[in-house]
Structures are given as structure tokens and as C-alpha cells.
């Protein structure tokens, strides 16, 4: 008889995990589709918000990534982790300014998330990088600081300059960025603008340092 119960709880804890491997599944792929519905769903019923996929991103990260406005706005609501970071240390905040995704970023400065990311690259220098301005400027009124540097010891202005998007060399240089920084190699923004070709952005950076 003891046999007998064994076996029954074996085979009853086989099948519940499963299915809670099956829910897993699905949750991912409803995530990373943006399915805001499903996975509130799946949420609701029990599953973590915090669930991370294969690759160590958690569920507000993969929607951040994408720019999933919808699902951001669902996970926040069931109080998904803000600082949470994947593999590479990266936030939910810092893969939404990478992709430009504006309004995945508003929402989550106004949710509390940490414009200074002290681990590595920071979401200003994504923003920078990429040459995306919105995020940039919802970043820098949320206090990111516009001359910290990231582990290729770069300002955000370098990054900028080396963008094809002068815009965002224009709010970094209304945001008072110092454009005589210099880097581990000992080259400025200016340097950094040259090295593409971007003799527009060199000019400007030029003309804010005065004469």
C-alpha cells in the first residue's frame, strides 16, 4: 500500500510539473508577443512576474526590448522588479532606450526606475549610442548624469558624435555635456565625430566649447 501511494504521488507530481513547465512555455511566448493579456493572465493565476526566459531576461525586460507599451504597463501594475538586470547586466530601462522606445521609457522613469545604472552601460549611453533624442531627454531631466562614463571609458556626447543623429549631440550639449572630456585613448567628442566623418557634429561640438 505504501508502494502504491508513493507511485500515485510520483505520478501526480510528474504531471504537475508538466504542466507548469507547459505554462512556462507559453508565458514566454506570450511575452515575447507582446500578449499583455495572456500574461496577466498567467500572472494572476499564480506565475511569477519575475519569471526569466532561457537567457536571463525577465518578463519586463523582453517587453521593454520590443517596446511593448501595453505588457510594460501590465507587469508594473503586478509589481514587476524595476532593477532587475540580465546577463549583461543591462535593465528594462536601459534595452527600452537602446530600441527608442520613448514611451516605454517615460513610463518607467515615472514608475521610479533608476536613470543611473552603475554596472555598466547605462541607459543614456544606449540612447546616445543608438541616436535616439527622446529617450535621451527624458533620461537627462530625470537627473542621468550627462558626463559619466561607460566601460569603453566613452561620455555620452563621444557616442553621440559617432551617431548619425546630431540631435542628440545637440541635447547633450544643451544639457552642459563637456565636450573636453577625454577618453581612455585620450580623444575628444570632436575626435570621436572626425573618426566616422561627422564633420556636422564636430563643427557644433566645436562652436559650444567657445573660442
Request: aromatic residues 2%; charged residues 20%.
Amino acid at each position: 500500500m505504501k508502494t502504491l501511494r508513493l507511485l500515485v504521488l510520483s505520478t501526480c507530481l510528474a504531471a504537475t510539473s508538466g504542466v507548469l513547465g507547459a505554462a512556462y512555455d507559453d508565458l514566454i511566448n506570450a511575452a515575447n508577443l507582446g500578449d499583455a493579456r495572456t500574461v496577466a493572465a498567467f500572472v494572476d493565476r499564480g506565475l511569477d512576474v519575475n519569471s526569466v526566459d532561457p537567457r536571463g531576461e525577465t518578463l519586463l525586460i523582453i517587453a521593454s526590448r520590443a517596446g511593448h507599451l501595453d505588457l510594460v504597463k501590465a507587469l508594473l501594475d503586478r509589481r514587476a522588479r524595476l532593477e532587475a538586470v540580465n546577463a549583461v547586466g543591462e535593465t528594462a530601462l536601459a534595452v527600452a532606450a537602446y530600441n527608442g522606445h520613448a514611451e516605454v521609457v517615460d513610463l518607467l522613469l515615472a514608475k521610479g526606475a533608476d536613470p543611473v545604472n552603475t554596472q555598466g552601460w547605462s541607459a543614456l549611453h544606449y540612447a546616445a549610442m543608438q541616436g535616439h533624442s527622446a529617450p535621451l531627454k527624458a533620461l537627462i531631466a530625470r537627473g542621468a548624469p550627462v558626463d559619466a562614463l561607460a566601460p569603453n571609458g566613452a561620455t555620452a556626447l563621444m557616442l553621440a558624435a559617432r551617431s548619425n543623429n546630431i540631435d542628440t549631440v545637440r541635447v547633450l550639449l544643451a544639457a552642459r555635456a563637456d565636450a573636453r572630456v577625454r577618453g581612455r585613448d585620450g580623444e575628444t567628442a570632436i575626435d570621436w565625430a572626425l573618426k566616422v566623418g561627422n564633420t556636422d557634429a564636430a563643427a557644433l561640438i566645436r562652436k559650444s566649447m567657445g573660442p
